[in-house]
């Protein structure tokens, strides 16, 4: 089993930074891509940049010029460095990765499944 562990968010005034952090555990055998989701009261969750173990990077427009995600891959993490915070990146932030992982009962072949963190919240004060 992958476990995703988030951290780094917390209160912010508007144009301030945050940087929030990932870190993958488990039986992992490859993360194929990881990325950062966001969930606000009443809307969908949605992408806000994901990266691919070649290292290619994906932005959702509303924060292409103000985030950046990074990860080291031999450690299993990811990062997220938000800056020049809006009120309305205010939300929920989910971890996600497409892990690799041995099948149970056969090593020698992999399972390729999405795994979810359980979120930090990250709140920009006007």
């Known amino acids: 089993q992958v476990q995703l562990v988030e951290s780094g968010g917390g209160l912010v005034q508007a144009g301030g930074s945050l940087r929030l952090s990932c870190a993958a555990s488990?039986?992992?055998?490859?993360?194929?891509?990881m990325g950062w989701y966001r969930q606000a009261p009443g809307k969908q969750r949605e992408l806000v940049a994901s990266i691919l173990s070649d290292g290619t990077t994906n932005y959702t427009d509303s924060v292409k010029d103000r985030f950046t995600i990074s990860s080291i891959n031999v450690k299993n993490t990811v990062y997220l460095q938000m800056n020049s915070l809006k009120p309305e990146d205010t939300a929920v932030y989910y971890c996600?990765?497409?892990?690799?992982?041995?099948?149970?009962?056969?090593?020698?072949?992999?399972?390729?499944?999405?795994?979810w963190g359980r979120g930090t919240q990250v709140t920009v004060s006007s």
């Open positions: 488990g039986s992992i055998l490859r993360i194929n891509r």
């Open positions: 996600n990765a497409n892990v690799d992982t041995p099948a149970p009962l056969a090593p020698t072949l992999r399972l390729r499944n999405d795994y």
